[in-house]
């Protein structure tokens, strides 16, 4: 999203035929899927009542070494390419907030068509090209992609540079001999080089995985890149604001909607908008692989029952913020940390049948139960004979409600906050038949971002600005830690003062 928000606004001040035309010259063009059915290769946005429609841009970090820069770089150079980093932007159709999530390069996934219809990692989609890393995303989420920004090893160096650094932290001395980053502990202004080792480096972060250290190093340098770019010095500076744009657009690779200097100037504008503490960064949920393909042992895959819910809300446009900053849901004081959703054994629910179907009450009743509802939760005869379905919940039970309507399906306009404690489903005549609400078309229930977000890693928004990686203390490598490495190598150059 940085490197989109670096864009060309500098074609606001003086020379802007120029700068227009050298800008638009930099850009290159890749397509955003392939084949000719668009829907089912990365999704049709829907309009929200209003005829708005949200934006999801996915970034991709691309290892490819196909020049001489990026060969020397990577350390390396021969063909293909790799997605080390897939960030999901959601701009939200009313363009009130953002929620950037992060897919860990090495999930396994079933591959779309563009790759094969192989089950591997969804980095290896980058072999055939973004397109297909788009549709990727686009198959393991059910999240439209409506344009992608990619961009090289390159890229991140001649970028940071331009902005005059990134403000990093690490919690204690580190050396990843993998990736060359060398830093003391505490705050380091990272350019060039140092900026791409920071944001390569997995094995000296967290747990030492793309799934926890690298997404969140990377939240961390967006959450600091965001903030220089929001920064009234850097805006208000043409020359400043012309090195930036320059350099990102030397840089990308972007999907044709996005394709000329006037189509970012757009973006960036819609995204300056957005204020930095409705700006989230997470991480899909995942675990290990389970599977039996032994060369995968070391990755991971998604965690449905928690990945499912973030991805639904990114597709129904909830934001994981109030208008306030706070974190959306009751009871919710901040976005991070992250207070965990009430466990589903600790609901009680008294389900009524408002139908004329015998058996409905009872019937929901055991499905909830053997979802591990509270085993007291049971069924009841109701004579009112209702047309639709209600979840009536009491004072600070809204948690509790939207934990059971998640897991039942049901709408927004079905939950009712009552007077007495206690949660009540009363089954209408618009639900006969199945243990979850049929009306797909109706708007979910939002879910509080403690249920979204449990589970999650690398969470925080954008106004929280300082926070430090945590440098692993595991052994890198046999017999040495990050902190040992950084001991025992004096005579290694620290990435930054």
């Known amino acids: 999203m940085g490197i989109s928000t670096a864009g060309v606004m500098v074609v606001a001040g003086s020379g802007v035929a120029y700068a227009y035309f050298h800008l638009l010259g930099n850009i290159k063009t890749s397509a955003l899927y392939t084949g000719s059915n668009r829907a089912a290769a990365v999704g049709v946005e829907k309009a929200d009542a209003f005829g708005r429609t949200p934006l999801n841009i996915l970034l991709i970090g691309s290892d490819t070494r196909d020049t001489s820069e990026d060969a020397k770089l990577g350390g390396d150079a021969g063909p293909g390419a790799h997605a080390d980093v897939e960030m999901l932007v959601h701009l939200s159709a009313d363009r009130s907030n953002i929620t950037v999530m992060s897919i860990p390069r090495d999930t396994v996934t079933q591959l779309p068509d563009c790759a094969g219809d192989a089950t591997t990692i969804i980095t290896d989609s980058l072999q055939n090209g973004p397109s297909c890393t788009a549709e990727a995303v686009h198959k393991l989420t059910g999240i439209t992609v409506d344009d992608f920004a990619m961009v090289d090893f390159g890229g991140v160096v001649n970028i940071s540079n331009a902005l005059g650094g990134v403000n990093v932290c690490v919690n204690s001395n580190v050396y990843d001999v993998y990736s060359g980053l060398k830093l003391s502990e505490g705050t380091h202004l990272l350019k060039g080089t140092a900026a791409l080792e920071f944001l390569r480096t997995r094995h000296a972060f967290g747990d030492g995985s793309d799934n926890v250290g690298r997404t969140t190093a990377t939240h961390i340098f967006f959450t600091d890149m965001i903030n220089k770019l929001k920064n009234a010095g850097t805006l208000t500076d043409p020359v400043a604001m012309y090195d930036i744009a320059d350099a990102a657009t030397k840089s990308l690779t972007v999907s044709p909607d996005l394709d000329?200097?006037?189509?970012?100037?757009?973006?960036?504008?819609?995204?300056?908008?957005?204020?930095?503490?409705?700006?989230?960064?997470?991480?899909?949920?995942?675990?290990?692989?389970?599977?039996?393909?032994?060369?995968?042992?070391?990755?991971?895959?998604?965690?449905?029952?928690?990945?499912?819910?973030?991805?639904?809300?990114?597709?129904?446009?909830?934001?994981?913020?109030?208008?306030?900053?706070?974190?959306?849901?009751?009871?919710?004081?901040?976005?991070?940390?992250?207070?965990?959703?009430?466990?589903?054994?600790?609901?009680?629910?008294?389900?009524?049948?408002?139908?004329?179907?015998?058996?409905?009450?009872?019937?929901?009743?055991?499905?909830?139960?053997?979802?591990?509802?509270?085993?007291?939760?049971?069924?009841?005869?109701?004579?009112?004979?209702?047309?639709?379905?209600?979840?009536?919940?009491?004072?600070?039970?809204?948690?509790?409600?939207?934990?059971?309507?998640?897991?039942?399906?049901?709408?927004?306009?079905?939950?009712?906050?009552?007077?007495?404690?206690?949660?009540?489903?009363?089954?209408?005549?618009?639900?006969?038949?199945?243990?979850?609400?049929?009306?797909?078309?109706?708007?979910?229930?939002?879910?509080?971002?403690?249920?979204?977000?449990?589970?999650?890693?690398?969470?925080?928004?954008?106004?929280?600005?300082?926070?430090?990686?945590?440098?692993?203390?595991?052994?890198?490598?046999?017999?040495?830690?990050?902190?040992?490495?950084?001991?025992?190598?004096?005579?290694?150059?620290n990435s930054a003062p």
Not at 319 to 330: D, E, H, R, V
Not at 369 to 374: H, L, P
Not at 461 to 481: K, L
Request: charged letters at 10%; a negative charge.
């Open 260 to 493: 000329s200097a006037s189509k970012l100037i757009d973006l960036a504008d819609d995204l300056n908008k957005v204020p930095t503490n409705r700006i989230t960064f997470t991480t899909m949920q995942n675990v290990a692989y389970s599977g039996t393909d032994s060369a995968l042992a070391d990755d991971v895959q998604e965690e449905t029952a928690q990945a499912q819910p973030l991805f639904n809300a990114i597709k129904n446009d909830q934001s994981l913020t109030t208008a306030s900053g706070k974190a959306s849901g009751a009871g919710q004081a901040s976005a991070s940390p992250v207070a965990a959703p009430p466990a589903a054994g600790t609901i009680t629910v008294a389900v009524y049948n408002g139908t004329s179907v015998d058996g409905r009450s009872d019937a929901i009743a055991n499905q909830l139960v053997s979802q591990g509802f509270n085993s007291a939760t049971a069924g009841y005869p109701d004579s009112a004979s209702p047309a639709t379905t209600t979840l009536t919940y009491g004072p600070g039970e809204a948690a509790q409600a939207q934990v059971v309507a998640k897991d039942l399906g049901l709408p927004a306009k079905a939950l009712v906050q009552g007077t007495a404690t206690g949660l009540k489903l009363v089954i209408g005549a618009d639900w006969t038949s199945g243990n979850t609400f049929p009306h797909s078309s109706a708007t979910p229930a939002p879910v509080s971002s403690a249920v979204l977000l449990n589970g999650a890693t690398g969470v925080q928004t954008a106004n929280q600005v300082n926070q430090c990686v945590d440098v692993s203390t595991a052994y890198t490598e046999p017999g040495h830690t990050p902190q040992s490495e950084y001991a025992d190598n004096p005579q290694v150059p």
